[in-house]
């Protein structure tokens, strides 16, 4: 994980390239603390207008510009956290993270005008354990305040004297907010199955799903396993989770029943392997899963159109 730029103590002028170059990690710090890569852009744009709006004298007074930069996107992170809660109560059906594609297949990313620009490997999310769908349902559960806490000091190793200038908190207050978050992804968060294992599992749902069968599905999915779809109410799907092995799986045929023309592929949803369903060549569903004891525990499946850009726009 790269660190903010280097603090300047010679009264120079802030580097363009610099300043410009810290954008991929303010990216990746707002789509870890919001689950929205749409969400993390507009909070780095904001970041950029408020450090431009500045003088250049004011600009030269800053030591760290990086350092700035990751405090003004981590407060307004903050803000859009705290309003979020009351946003979400108002979604139709559950909300789920945005999906990421793997990083070498995303070719989204926007410019610092707000429209998305061609693929740049500055703007692709880093996608490690921090960003895989499971972790970022867990961080959902959390405190807006514990979930900086955590990321600031867990994932991008910022000590916990910044991270309370950001929180607005002290020090030993962080530190217990960010203890709190890792008890929760300890309690929460089975131990991840080895990648090529899920891969495999993966790909046995996904031949199960084409042949219809029903036994084999049941088969591949924990006796409780959850699903979780996410439609924005833009798109049909099923409002609750669907819970228990033989509900899935029953539900699965339904769908495959119903909706013709699908095709499933396997992608890299958020660094880990699962599946696209596309339509005439257009990704219209896109599914993350999580392996428990060798069965599929976890499917969250997100259809809203708007959470797909980065799989559908070229």
Not at 225 to 232: F, I, Y
Request: proline share 6%; with cysteine; aromatic share 6%.
């Amino acid at each position: 994980m790269s660190t903010p730029s280097e603090p300047r103590h010679d009264g120079s002028a802030p580097d363009l390239d610099a300043i410009v170059g810290e954008r991929r990690q303010l990216i990746n710090l707002g789509y870890r603390l919001l689950g929205s890569l749409a969400e993390a852009e507009d909070v780095v744009q904001e970041t950029y207008t408020r450090w431009y709006a500045m003088t250049r004298e004011q600009q030269e007074a800053i030591e760290s510009p990086g350092a700035w930069l990751t405090k003004v996107a981590g407060r307004i992170c903050l803000d859009v956290l705290g309003s979020a809660r009351a946003r979400r109560e108002r979604y139709v059906g559950a909300w789920i993270p945005e999906p990421l594609p793997d990083r070498g297949e995303w070719s989204g990313g926007g410019g610092a005008g707000g429209g998305r620009a061609p693929a740049d490997p500055a703007d692709q999310v880093t996608l490690d354990e921090s960003v895989n769908m499971a972790f970022l349902v867990v961080l959902e559960s959390m405190t807006p305040a514990e979930r900086v806490a955590f990321i600031l000091h867990d994932v991008f190793r910022y000590p916990f004297a910044d991270v309370a200038e950001i929180v607005g908190r002290t020090p030993a207050a962080c530190r217990q907010l960010a203890s709190s978050a890792r008890r929760r992804i300890r309690a929460e968060r089975p131990a991840a199955a080895p990648v090529a294992g899920q891969a495999a599992l993966v790909r046995h749902f996904k031949e199960a799903w084409e042949s219809r069968d029903i036994k084999a599905l049941v088969g591949l999915l924990d006796p409780d396993a959850v699903m979780t779809a996410d439609g924005g109410g833009m798109v049909g799907t099923v409002l609750r989770p669907v819970e228990g092995a033989e509900g899935i799986a029953q539900y699965l045929i339904h769908i495959a029943d119903k909706a013709r023309g699908l095709e499933l592929v396997e992608r890299t949803v958020n660094g880990r392997p699962g599946l696209v369903a596309q339509h005439t060549g257009v990704p219209v569903t896109v599914a993350a899963f999580e392996i428990t004891g060798g069965r599929i525990s976890a499917i969250w499946a997100v259809r809203n159109p708007e959470k797909l850009r980065a799989w559908t726009e070229g």
